[in-house]
């Protein structure tokens, strides 16, 4: 059966869920961004600020004392080129002795520096130069001394101290002062100031000196410790704030990334993990597994126990998991019972070998109970290009590849028991399918796209036609002819199934109606309704009315119900079959046999017709055992007055044997096989079956082809 064409198809998430991705990663690198780097950055600046500023104000206080004392000293050193050029006039030199003092070193040089006149010690360089004041009100050349260098001229041409190397200077004539808040202790920073003479040929060169008190520098290294202190204090108080931001962000996140139940990580953390994972260049070179992990009948668990024992359990299935993966592997809890699990693998056969321990480990985590587990395998093995590189895994959808996974685990969740899948196509042409189906199922019924079709019952003395069975096929206008093994399942699962039976129901009882007023000779035509339509209070009702609707004789129309039914609710099973029974119904019981309960069922049912299952006639069971069985069951239903029916029959020996047994009606190839209902007219037609046993074969190899 051809399956609609769907390119890349997977079973993927709904659009919402992608949309709820994207603001999932997004809160992420929120989280993971929020709070640290704007705390950070704000301490940095916030230090950096305070340090530009103290250097800035130190800065301006030492240039703003520097200034200054130039100043003075330019203008001292201005007033004793005054006297020096008017004494030279007046022929005297006291006042400019008197001027300058005894302690006022002095050199009187000519244009090219040569000294003319000394006073005292001569320690000029004659290396400087121009420098202004801060306001620029004046301009003073500048020399440095020999015995000194701790002044400099910047790029602003404004004389400048190197304070860290004073303040060693300083620092060392403090430690060895007693005494220092003595104001007669001071540190001297020599430097000459040239200024001209009147005659233009000479200048005035004078020794000056930067006083800096002791006591200043130790006020000042005072203020210095404490700034230094409040900055200390405020880089602790920004550490311990961003410490404390990102201990609480650290929590955030593992808040974020936690699941409730079992207190690991949670489907979020795994999609990001494992997408970070599979998208490093180093790891492209690794096989990669994601696994879907699921606790069967952990709903059923939790019902005989209850949720909070559920929870521990999953709990501890969480923890194994955990146990048995290495620190590059991953576990997330997905949804109620299921767990998503990413592994690492060197070749496939291994693979399945750790994964079937890891199953054995999980089945007994319980000493009381033995659980059961689904586990389904999508492998991603690395890919070598044309160009000998290996394929990235950068763009790979974690939800999908685990929703595949899901797909080979859904693959088993027909048994009770533990398994291990492993994904391939096929299963997801069968997704395609059972998706079409379910798509198209409304409009089908609405179109009338299902047809009835009838297999005849006959009696194996007379070859009389003696009742029907309606089976359904679907002729659909995409996808042709389909059998009810491709569809029933689908329906049975999703539920659609309760509407097939009431289709089914209509269609047979109108059907019937037709043939009744054309004058055919009717006979039961037996229809199956499905376990779950039996939970239904008002079944019975519902029956009775469909078939009045049509007008056909309630009598005609035999409910056939199948054996697991009786496991569901037997009260309710038994009450409805009452009820169909005393609105005239006739009510059989399909596949006897086939299960373990039929004598039970047999006991509380009030059935009208027994149908012993094909398998009695097939394979194993054939032969004088199976005879033994089949007689003794035919005996059992007559002595609860009850018309039995052999299907399955396909040879004229089976046939001889159930008429000898007293078996009332057979049903199977050696009569018909299945046939739309204008062929069934035929058959009606003619009352009883014609040559047999000739096309037997070619009809169960026709039909079993269709399949």
């Not at 020599?190 to 002791?214: H, M, T, Y």
């Not at 129901?505 to 199956?528: E, F, M, T």
Request: glycine fraction near 6%; hydrophobic fraction near 40%; include cysteine.
């Amino acid at each position: 059966m051809p399956v609609p064409e769907q390119a890349g198809y997977r079973c993927t998430q709904p659009a919402k869920d992608s949309e709820m991705k994207v603001k999932q990663d997004k809160t992420y690198r929120l989280l993971k961004k929020k709070h640290i780097i704007p705390s950070i950055i704000g301490m940095l600046l916030t230090i950096v600020l305070l340090a530009v500023l103290a250097t800035v104000l130190a800065g301006a206080i030492i240039g703003y004392v520097m200034d200054d004392k130039i100043e003075a000293e330019y203008k001292s050193v201005s007033e004793m080129v005054r006297i020096y050029d008017y004494n030279e006039k007046s022929g005297s030199k006291y006042a400019f002795e008197e001027l300058a003092g005894p302690e006022r070193d002095y050199i009187v040089v000519d244009k090219d520096n040569n000294p003319l006149t000394v006073k005292g010690e001569n320690t000029c360089s004659f290396k400087g130069g121009e420098v202004s004041g801060v306001d620029e009100s004046f301009k003073v050349l500048v020399y440095f001394d020999n015995d000194d260098t701790y002044v400099y001229i910047d790029d602003e041409e404004t004389l400048s101290l190197k304070t860290g190397k004073l303040f060693k200077k300083i620092w060392k004539d403090l430690a060895s002062d007693s005494d220092p808040s003595d104001e007669k202790d001071e540190t001297r920073i020599p430097f000459w100031i040239s200024q001209p003479l009147a005659d233009g040929e000479r200048s005035l060169v004078v020794k000056c000196n930067f006083a800096v008190k002791q006591r200043d520098v130790f006020i000042v290294a005072v203020l210095v410790a404490l700034a230094a202190i409040v900055l200390f204090a405020l880089f602790i108080v920004s550490f311990v704030k961003i410490i404390k931001r990102f201990l609480a962000q650290r929590k955030l996140m593992n808040l974020f990334f936690t699941d409730n139940t079992t207190e690991g990580r949670n489907w979020m953390w795994f999609v990001l993990k494992s997408g970070q994972t599979l998208g490093k260049k180093k790891n492209n070179k690794n096989n990669y597994a994601i696994l879907n992990v699921d606790f069967v009948k952990y709903n059923n668990y939790c019902v005989c126990h209850s949720v909070e024992e559920g929870e521990r359990a999953l709990k501890s299935i969480n923890e194994m998991i955990e146990r048995t993966l290495d620190k590059k592997e991953l576990c997330a809890r997905k949804g109620d019972s299921s767990f998503a699990v990413m592994m690492q693998y060197n070749d496939e056969a291994k693979l399945k070998n750790r994964v079937g321990n890891l199953v054995n480990v999980l089945e007994g985590i319980d000493q009381v109970h033995r659980f059961g587990f689904h586990v389904g395998v999508r492998t991603l093995p690395f890919k070598i290009l044309e160009n000998k590189s290996y394929a990235s895994r950068k763009g790979i959808s974690v939800e999908n590849e685990y929703s595949n996974a899901c797909v080979a685990s859904a693959s088993l969740e027909n048994s009770d028991e533990s398994g291990i899948a492993l994904f391939d196509e096929k299963l997801i042409e069968e997704q395609i399918w059972i998706d079409a189906v379910t798509e198209r199922q409304q409009k089908a019924v609405a179109n009338e796209e299902f047809v009835v079709y009838y297999q005849p019952k006959y009696d194996p003395n007379t070859n009389e036609l003696r009742g029907a069975e309606a089976l359904i096929r679907w002729e659909s206008p995409e996808f042709g002819f389909v059998t009810p093994g491709r569809i029933i399942p689908i329906f049975e699962k999703n539920g659609f199934i309760t509407e097939i039976d009431h289709y089914m129901i209509s269609h047979v009882a109108r059907d019937q109606k037709k043939w009744l007023d054309a004058g055919y000779k009717c006979v039961p035509v037996s229809v199956n309704v499905s376990r779950a339509h039996f939970i239904e209070s008002n079944l019975a009702e519902q029956i009775r009315d469909m078939v009045d609707k049509e007008g056909a004789p309630r009598n005609l129309i035999e409910i056939e119900l199948t054996e697991s039914a009786f496991f569901d609710d037997k009260k309710a099973l038994v009450t409805t079959i009452s009820k169909l029974k005393e609105y005239g119904f006739a009510v059989s019981m399909d596949d006897f046999g086939a299960g373990y309960s039929s004598l039970n069922s047999l006991k509380d049912l009030p059935l009208d017709v027994l149908k012993l299952d094909a398998e009695f006639f097939r394979g194993e069971n054939e032969g004088e055992r199976g005879e033994i069985v089949v007689s003794e069951a035919i005996k059992l239903a007559k002595s609860l007055n009850m018309r039995t029916v052999a299907e399955g029959v396909e040879v004229k020996e089976q046939v001889e044997f159930l008429a000898n047994q007293g078996c009332d009606m057979i049903q199977g190839f050696y009569f018909a096989k299945p046939m739309p209902k204008d062929e069934y007219e035929g058959r009606m037609k003619e009352g009883v079956a014609g040559d047999l046993g000739v096309t037997a074969k070619e009809d169960k190899a026709s039909e079993e082809k269709a399949e």
